[in-house]
């Protein structure tokens, strides 16, 4: 599978994990703190990313380095913290429409972060694609914020500002670990929220509440942030944020199908512009000693290639340098390609 579509079935996988835990969690704001709820839903994502990494075993995967504590402190705060307790805040003032509408604001924070700030490429189609998958969003909410007030709202998009960050920092890590990143920036988070939410003596959920959202932050924040990073590490984020733009629409197709809310014509329409913009897109990294890569063309110690195969290819990972270099194939903005054009 090539790294593109490797990168947008991943994404995709986030946005379906995330999309459905939002309806969950809105059913139980009531149920403790916002602190709390969301310290929570992060521990359990901490629990799943741990029995991942124990599952897959040893991988030749780059680790986390010294200079990548600051980024990595930055979106354990914002994304791993400010996010979740806004988002529960927010959910807790407002109706399911505007929620959604309003959760798509991470997709503009991101798109808008990456291009203006990282400089990424977005191109025509991208361009295009966003919008499509932005006009689905508008009309599955019907156009309106009817029923938000000025707090709720400004909480969600605190939340989607946050992740916004979160997602282009992530971005730069992305040649890292991702498993090792995503539980890094889980247990960062949950940590220190379960302990303020204790010390400050918060209210938390019964017990099967708490093991509903445990399973919620298990999938939905961690296994969803891993695939995020995948993600991130193959497309970029301006088109990862397309990709995840589409989890409000999940999350109203959950809705429908287990929390039996009534079909509409505006979430018939929003599904089709959403599927539109979708398919407009229709680091370890891989040496082929037939085909080769050339963003990989460098020399290896022997320590480096001990026991791979020198006739077939294979995935390693290890410090080392892209040199400059001039070419004309197709590319997005992964973390190969963060040139000017």
Sequence with gaps: MNTQRRGQWAGLGAAVLFGCSAPLISTVTGSGSALSIAGLLYGGATLALLALRLLRGARAETPVSRQDWPALGALT????????????????????????????????????????????????????AAL?????A??????????????????????????????????????RDPIQIATFKAAGASLPMLALALLLGHRFPSLPVTLG???????GYGISIWLDLLALRDLGAAREAVLFSTAPFVGALFALAVLREPITLPLLLAAGLMAAGVLLHAHRHRHDPCVGD??????????????????????????????????AHPHVSDAHHRHRH
Excluded: K, Y
Excluded at 151 to 166: E, M, R, V, Y
């Design 294 to 327: 050339p963003h990989h063309h460098h020399p290896h110690a022997a320590e480096q290639v001990a026991g791979q195969p020198d006739d077939e290819p294979f995935w390693h990972a290890h410090e080392h340098l892209h040199a400059n270099l001039e070419h």
């Design 138 to 175: 508008v009309v599955l909410s019907e156009g309106s914020l009817r029923g938000a007030n000025g707090l709720g709202s400004a909480f969600i998009a605190l939340a989607t500002l946050a992740w916004g960050i979160d997602n282009n920092l992530s971005q730069r890590l992305s040649l």
């Design 77 to 128: 705060l914002l994304g791993g913290m400010v996010g979740p307790v806004a988002l529960v805040m927010g959910l807790a003032r407002l109706p399911a429409a505007p929620s959604s509408l309003l959760l798509n604001l991470e997709a503009v924070f991101t798109l808008a972060i990456a291009v203006l700030v990282g400089r990424e490429h977005l191109g025509r189609r991208g361009l295009l």
């Design 213 to 219: 959202l445990l399973a919620i932050g298990a999938l």
């Design 132 to 136: 499509l998958t932005m006009a689905g």
